[in-house]
């Protein structure tokens, strides 16, 4: 299937370009990028007056769902990959999704969390976020490590590796005291085996004095050592109000040679099970929060005092929250949250999580979705929103810059572990047909945190692998195109 778009305002991060032209697909492919494109047994779509670029590249994403790729879909993501994370055994992970159908391309780390569950508390993994965020508040998988048991769940990443895991995943701060040799350790492997790492970091020094080592100084320190692509997660949420010296310290150590690379979303709010670490009682007031400052996703209830919290944390630790850890109203906090998306190469990275209705589903092929569904609003609106405050309002990027953020440098955190990623990110000849097309003056967010499943808006066309998912404003329900990407052992 061939499609022409005709006369849009086409932004190649890759090329630099920003102009006129016509842009041609060859079914999953980019045939063509030019002026007056003759093409008479294409599908011609009139683009004029809106912007074309490469679909967005989500680097964090816990959905793994048809509803909840919908949703990135009418925000402009064409790949969604769930890297900080990741999903354990890989090879189930790929096949359910693969079974499924997905609208959008999507891809897995080797699951740290999983494989040290697997090893240290004997929980065999399914591949399944909703039995991931149940097993993040147990404190069995989140002591240290004898020699013996280190080296066997090396050995289960190493395995993942080799069966096409994205990297690996890194959830260092739901296990905060572990011994810092184990996380070296795994940035040692990552590096002989030339795969990237994502993680959440531990927490840092100014919150916990007694944390075995600041979060942002161990990433730092792990990737200048072993020479490994270490990526910081969602550097807004774990910084908080400590953004200025996290900052300068990557900075720092990104001029030193350093591989290291920063993501972010535009929220003051995180989302994760309720058992996690650092929701315990007092490491909330090491925060400088409260109790109050955690709202159950699926009943709405917020937290009224430590006791209830505890109670909670019991009975339910998997049962998924949003924790608010900056006031979005505040214009020197929000400014906090722009600090972390305007630093330099900063990607845009949306932690979207899965969508929960009250009887219990988190799938659902309905379109629109059914009433009620709860999530955080950065799975809806991550990019719309990122796009409306650094492009449309405040004009501190470029929308050559906003798709280099969005598309282009995610997609490179990907080339040498998955080659197949190189045809992401830009538009030149060849590249992979995943395609944006959005109207530069009505792109914005819609979703809420009462309303978080309303879609963006000003997404007009989206393309994946070529096959229409968003046409006009509307979601083809019955597309489905989305393929693994997968890593390719060295």
């Known amino acids: 299937m061939r499609t022409l778009l005709r006369g849009g305002r086409v932004i190649d991060p ?7 032209a016509d842009v041609l ?3 999953s492919r980019v045939e063509a990028v030019g002026p007056d494109l003759e093409a008479p047994e294409a599908t011609e779509v009139d683009v004029t007056n809106l912007v074309v670029g490469p679909g967005f590249v989500d680097l964090h994403s816990h959905v793994h769902s048809v509803a909840g790729q919908r949703l990135q879909a009418m925000d402009g993501v064409t790949t969604a990959l769930d890297l900080e994370a990741g999903l354990m055994p890989i090879e189930r992970a790929y096949a359910e999704a693969a079974k499924a159908g997905r609208p959008l391309h999507y891809g897995f780390s080797a699951s740290w969390g999983a494989a040290r569950a697997q090893v240290l508390a004997n929980i065999a993994p399914d591949a399944s976020i909703d039995s991931g965020l149940a097993v993040l508040g147990n404190p069995r998988w989140q002591r240290s490590s004898s020699k013996k048991e280190l080296a066997a769940w090396l050995s289960l990443l190493e395995g993942e590796l080799a069966q096409g895991a994205l990297g690996i995943g890194i959830l260092m701060g739901y296990a905060p005291a572990t011994d810092p040799g184990e996380f070296m350790a795994v940035a040692h492997l990552a590096a002989k085996a030339g795969v990237p790492t994502y993680t959440h970091v531990r927490e840092l020094v100014e919150v916990d004095p007694a944390i075995p080592v600041d979060g942002s100084v161990e990433i730092v320190a792990a990737a200048g050592e072993t020479g490994a692509a270490m990526h910081h997660c969602h550097v807004n949420s774990t910084s908080g109000h400590h953004i200025d010296r996290v900052l300068a310290t990557l900075e720092t150590a990104r001029s030193e040679g350093s591989r290291v690379t920063v993501e972010a979303y535009p929220y003051g709010a995180g989302s994760t099970a309720v058992g996690a670490a650092f929701i315990e009682p ?6 400088g929060l409260k109790p109050s400052s955690v709202v159950i996703l699926e009943t709405g209830e917020r937290v009224r005092d430590e006791g209830r919290l505890r109670e909670l944390r019991q009975q339910d630790p998997g049962a998924p929250c949003l924790l608010e850890f900056l006031d979005e109203t505040d214009p020197r906090e929000r400014g906090l949250l722009h600090q972390a998306l305007a630093f330099p190469d900063a990607v845009v990275a949306s932690d979207a999580m899965p ?4 009887d219990g589903r988190t799938e659902s092929t309905e379109w629109p979705l059914p009433p009620g569904g709860m999530t955080h609003p950065r799975t809806a609106g ?6 409306r405050l650094m492009v449309r309002e405040t004009g501190a990027w470029s929308w050559l810059e906003a798709f280099r953020r969005c598309s282009y440098l995610p997609s490179r955190l990907l080339d040498d572990v998955a080659p197949a990623a190189r045809g992401k990110g830009h538009l030149g000849a060849g590249a992979d047909a995943d395609l944006v097309v959005l109207d530069p003056a009505a792109i914005t967010d819609a979703a809420t945190y009462t309303d978080p499943t309303r879609p963006s808006t000003g997404v007009r066309h989206l393309y994946v692998a070529g096959v229409p998912v968003v046409s006009d404003g509307n979601l083809n329900t019955g597309a489905l195109p989305g393929r693994p990407l997968r890593g390719e052992p060295r």
């Open 25 to 27: 697909l060859d079914d």
């Open 282 to 287: 007092d490491r909330l007031r090491l925060k």
């Open 14 to 20: 890759g090329s630099g370009f920003d102009g006129i």
């Open 355 to 358: 969508v929960y209705w009250k």
């Open 382 to 387: 991550t990019f719309a929103k990122t796009l």
